[in-house]
DNA sequence: GTCTATACAGGGATAGAC
DNA sequence: GTCTATCCCTGTATAGAC
């Protein structure tokens, strides 16, 4: 997929395009400042206000300047959801393997991040959902598939180590750990006082075998 | 809630602003073309693309027309949702008291209704979770309040038919079936490969009694 | 390589003519 | 009730400074 910062920095290509900028440290900087000012003026304004000349002036730069460094507006916003999943994933990495069934905990480590963050992702899956995106449509495509086969692992160890009910198929329960949490931070993010930790745990209940009394 | 189309007719105040529309036969007849053309637009350009020119363009008028009956674009896309809503209710109605679980259904037919719809629901939502769309935001909050009241009428009704397992509390059940439901279709949308029918059975079959054998 | 200045087509909102 | 004209804003594109 997307290149490692690192490794972009190696290949020495000449620069054909705007989206393949980064090779050199300033343009390095001014790459990652573009994407960590984006996330901050969204979260302040909302999609349609978070225009590319209201991050060029919290940065200090003209609007024009940031299309050396993505192509599109979109392209932006998409690469800021990828540098979030890639940290994301990084730190799951670091954090070991799961311990059982632990989904709620997912849940909540998505809501420490920036509501701002899902807000912004939200908006950029409606966008996937409409005619004539492809890329972000692509974009999420794969990540929900990525994200299934993630939560197919955890559930495969889970019904290994006898914490997961046995009759309950791999595939579809996949789809619905994602769906769940999906959802309820959904209704989270619109009104707080919905209680998606609750309902995290209730779903990891009814996965797990009936007590044996 | 929103008025119904019948009491609106009724209550005889003056026009006094683009809100208010809808009291005579040539005004409804617009208002009613213009909230069909919208969603047919929608489901053709997508969200940026349908703009009040485009709609205008499809019904033969100026955009600037459009404001005599809707306030602003944002209004416009939520009555066409708030109908929608009316209508799915009234259905829902007519086809009697909901016999035991049946969210798999429900969830088929919400598939049903264009899919230009759903991703149109989505674009608002995603609206409604940034700063500044209060008029959105109260709609949804609403909104997924109605659905999860719904739920728990039915949820309770299984609990009594001996057909939902008994220790599970109601309302964490209720925003986990509207949960359910929105994430499976997201996933759907994005890729018709998911079979959220199957998840959505799966999630029934959770919620049942143990088999007494 | 990086950035500014500038132009363009199109958007929503709005005022006032008819 | 509908129009035209206008305002300011947007994303995109290009030319050229340094």
Redesign the interface.
């Known amino acids: 997929m997307q290149a490692q910062e690192s490794s972009a920095l190696v290949t020495g290509k000449p620069a054909t395009g705007p989206g393949s900028r980064g090779r050199y440290p300033k343009g390095v900087l001014r790459r990652q400042e573009i994407l960590d000012r984006t996330i901050e003026v969204f979260a302040?304004?909302?999609?349609?206000?978070t225009s590319l000349r209201a991050i060029g002036e919290a940065i200090g730069v003209s609007h024009a300047a940031l299309r050396r460094y993505f192509e599109t507006r979109e392209e932006l916003f998409l690469e800021v959801l990828r540098e979030k999943d890639r940290q994301a994933l990084a730190a799951a990495r670091a954090d070991g393997t799961p311990h059982g069934i632990d989904f709620a905990r997912h849940l909540d480590s998505f809501a420490s991040q920036t509501?701002g963050l899902?807000?912004l992702r939200?908006?950029m899956?409606?966008?996937?959902?409409?005619?004539?995106?492809e890329t972000s449509?692509a974009f999420?495509?794969e990540r929900?598939?990525s994200l299934r086969s993630g939560a197919r692992e955890i559930l495969l160890l889970a019904r290994e180590a006898g914490v997961l009910r046995p009759d309950?198929?791999i595939d579809?329960?996949a789809?619905?750990v994602?769906?769940?949490?999906?959802?309820?931070s959904?209704?989270w993010?619109?009104?707080r006082r919905?209680?998606?930790h609750?309902?995290m745990?209730?779903?990891e209940s009814?996965?797990q075998p009936?007590r044996p009394e």
Chains 1, 2 share one sequence.
Do not use: K
Request: charged share 15%; glycine share 8%; no cysteine.
């Open positions: 302040e304004l909302g999609f349609e206000s509501p899902m807000a939200h908006s899956i409606a966008r996937a959902l409409e005619p004539g995106n449509q999420f495509v929900y598939e309950i198929p579809a329960a789809a619905l994602i769906a769940t949490m999906d959802g309820l959904t209704q993010l619109l009104d919905v209680d998606m609750e309902g745990i209730l779903f009814l996965l009936p």
